[in-house]
């Protein structure tokens, strides 16, 4: 063998996995029903909201408390039958996402806010200064030159 030959080879990088396969793999599925499905769901949705507002309306004069139990039960099952549409389900994505971001904020202590609370006070009062001292200068050569005569 030849050292010449056994030098010049170079390293083989080692394979990535293509774009493809990493799509896959951190795609999420998303569990979506049938459009006649979703349909039904939604006018069942619509007619116990519609339902629960006609049955108020008619037995106005009846036991409260009935009224009360009739109407917070069919809001339920409307919510209930909201979350089961396409809709819902994303909606309800997009609000466990959120609670996650708002796990994320950083509230400050309350020393942090009352000095950045002093800071914002402090720089709003210099400011403040700073535009009355420049309209008086601004005012007195306006005066100056207004009054003065030829």
Same mark, same amino acid.
């Given at each position: 063998?030849?050292?010449? %030959?056994?030098?010049?080879? !170079?390293? !083989?990088?080692?394979?990535?996995?293509?774009? !493809? %396969? @990493?799509? @896959?793999?951190?795609?999420?599925?998303?569990?979506?029903?049938?459009?006649?499905?979703?349909? #039904? +769901?939604?006018?069942?949705?619509?007619?116990?909201?519609?339902?629960?507002?006609?049955? %108020?309306?008619? /037995?106005?004069?009846?036991?409260?408390?009935?009224? +009360?139990?009739?109407? #917070?039960?069919?809001?339920?099952?409307? #919510?209930?039958?909201?979350? +089961?549409? %396409?809709?819902?389900?994303? =909606? +309800?994505?997009?609000?466990?996402?959120?609670?996650?971001?708002?796990?994320?904020? /950083? /509230?400050?202590?309350?020393?942090?806010?009352?000095?950045?609370?002093?800071?914002? @006070?402090?720089?709003?009062?210099?400011?403040?200064?700073?535009?009355? =001292?420049?309209? =008086?200068?601004?005012? /007195?050569?306006?005066?100056?030159? !207004?009054?003065?005569? #030829?």
């Amino acid at each position: 063998m030849n050292n010449n %030959n056994m030098n010049n080879k !170079t390293p !083989t990088k080692p394979k990535k996995a293509s774009a !493809t %396969n @990493v799509q @896959v793999a951190t795609k999420t599925v998303d569990k979506t029903i049938g459009t006649a499905f979703n349909s #039904i +769901l939604w006018l069942l949705t619509l007619a116990l909201v519609v339902g629960v507002s006609v049955f %108020n309306q008619v /037995y106005g004069n009846h036991n409260p408390v009935i009224r +009360l139990v009739v109407v #917070i039960v069919a809001i339920v099952l409307a #919510i209930l039958t909201f979350l +089961l549409t %396409n809709q819902g389900r994303k =909606f +309800l994505k997009f609000s466990m996402e959120a609670m996650l971001e708002l796990r994320k904020i /950083y /509230y400050p202590t309350r020393k942090e806010a009352l000095q950045t609370s002093i800071i914002v @006070v402090l720089i709003s009062v210099l400011v403040s200064f700073m535009f009355w =001292f420049f309209d =008086f200068v601004i005012q /007195y050569f306006v005066t100056l030159v !207004t009054n003065w005569s #030829i």
